[in-house]
């Protein structure tokens, strides 16, 4: 029996060694995980804006090559998400619902018409591809003429885009070149340009452009605000608001970390926590972050969204006109289960009007009181930066953290641009965490980022 048991140790020594030299041969033979190509990127090329019931043309493309991709199956799905009701502990973010639109033919191409009005990303899926996104505004068709901004958020400096569109069955007349002027709400005369005096017809279907450099009439760039745009035609006046910000005006600015300051008017906020401390003093300095309570700032405690969306306004400059909008074109309360009677009112407000809050979103109300997310804190972040464009063009890419797949299809690409404009960062893990609730302290840090000002020590 001995004998045996010794002949099969031997055996088995042997298999192993010889399993120990294969192994290397084996393991260079196996494709790794790392060596698995990467999913083909798709192009999809399409207008970004459609009147209702307009036939338009959707062309999907290989990015490595432009070569055109036959088979690719298009989808219209809504491009925002009621994602914001109050959250559970196992809360799991809804699907995009789409809606078929066909599959693309051996050119790359559908032809489809749109039919509902709204905001909604055109989406195509193949297999061996990564997902595509590609955002469409559906307009409502309509005889009229309409005088817009291209963006509702604009950083310093960033040229204004206006544009006159004739939806009439019959030209407009314009008295000069550029007929156009720059206000504040309140009728205070901002820009006026100079423009020769040429009549000018705009043929039914035409649109006319025009730049503004956000220069007042003496050459100063303007000051953080709401601003109007007022056009004059043969039709009537038409106007477009537009806010400017005092945020950031690049991705490449970084506001260095700030030194502890001497006034530390919290006990709770000494510098033991270099990471945030030296933030919210700073902050508190300015005016833009407040106490929880009379000496306490509370800086682990959990933010509400109202009290994110006020410090985001200051932070911007805004807060300040909060109540100057008299004549704004909103007389109803920005949400369901917003009154005048709550703190933040005129704040939520004017963040609605800014694009910054969406009715899609909250659609059964704002939910004032009810902590902020972090991925919450990108979308407004992002929307406030004037990043709204940029962050449609990102959809459904992966920001490169562990738990992406956690992040809502739909706004990726609001956490993407957040985190290439440095504004928010993952943990130490390489995580996110997009639906955990953001304390006092990151919510500090974050506006901090979000400044173009620079924060004296």
């Not at 720059?182 to 020769?196: D, Y």
């Not at 490449?252 to 970390?257: A, Q």
């Not at 306004?313 to 100057?324: F, I, V, Y």
Request: proline fraction near 7%; glycine fraction near 8%; hydrophobic fraction near 40%.
């Amino acid at each position: 029996m001995l004998k045996k048991t010794s002949s099969i140790v031997i055996w088995v020594i042997c298999l192993a060694m010889s399993l120990c030299m294969a192994l290397p041969s084996v393991a260079a033979a196996a494709p790794s995980h790392m060596s698995h190509p990467a999913p083909k990127k798709m192009l999809i090329s399409a207008p970004s804006k459609a009147q209702a019931g307009q036939e338009v043309t959707v062309r999907i493309t290989n990015m490595r090559d432009e070569s055109p991709v036959e088979g690719a199956s298009v989808y219209l799905v809504p491009r925002h998400e009621p994602s914001y009701l109050p959250l559970g502990q196992n809360y799991t973010p809804p699907a995009l619902t789409p809606r078929s639109l066909g599959t693309t033919g051996a050119d790359g191409e559908l032809k489809v018409t749109l039919t509902d009005p709204g905001k909604f990303f055109l989406t195509a899926e193949k297999p061996g591809f990564a997902q595509g996104f590609a955002a469409v505004t559906v307009y409502k068709a309509q005889q009229e003429v309409t005088f817009t901004a291209d963006k509702q958020v604009y950083n310093q400096a960033e040229p204004v885009t206006l544009t006159l569109r004739n939806g009439l069955d019959s030209p407009i007349t314009l008295n000069c070149g550029a007929p156009w002027k720059i206000t504040r709400p309140n009728g205070e005369s901002v820009f006026a340009p100079f423009s020769i005096m040429v009549i000018i017809d705009v043929e039914p279907g035409k649109e006319i452009t025009w730049a503004w450099d956000q220069k007042d009439q003496a050459g100063e760039q303007v000051k953080p605000g709401v601003y109007v745009a007022t056009i004059r035609t043969s039709g009537g006046d038409i106007f477009a608001r537009f806010c400017i910000t005092g945020l950031r005006t690049g991705k490449d600015i970084r506001n260095p970390d700030p030194k502890m300051p001497e006034d530390r008017p919290f006990t709770d906020v000494t510098g033991k926590h270099l990471w945030g401390d030296p933030h919210v003093l700073h902050l508190h300095q300015k005016g833009i972050v407040r106490g929880k309570s009379a000496g306490a700032f509370d800086p682990e405690g959990t933010l509400t969204r109202a009290e994110f969306v006020a410090m985001l306004l200051r932070a911007c400059g805004l807060e300040s006109q909060t109540d100057e909008d008299g004549n704004s074109e909103e007389s109803e309360d920005p949400f369901p289960d917003i009154t005048p009677a709550h703190w933040a009112y005129a704040h939520i407000r004017k963040a609605r009007e800014m694009g910054i809050l969406t009715d899609d979103e909250y659609w059964e109300g704002f939910g004032p009181d009810a902590p902020i997310t972090r991925m919450e804190i990108c979308v407004m972040a992002a929307r406030a930066l004037g990043l709204e464009g940029e962050a449609c063009q990102n959809a459904g890419e992966m920001a490169g953290f562990d738990d992406d797949d956690d992040i809502a299809l739909a706004y990726r690409g609001y956490v993407k641009a957040a985190v290439e404009w440095g504004v928010l960062k993952g943990y130490p893990d390489a995580t996110f965490r997009p639906w955990d609730n953001a304390t006092r302290r990151e919510a500090a840090v974050i506006i901090y980022r979000l400044m173009q000002l620079e924060l004296e020590d």
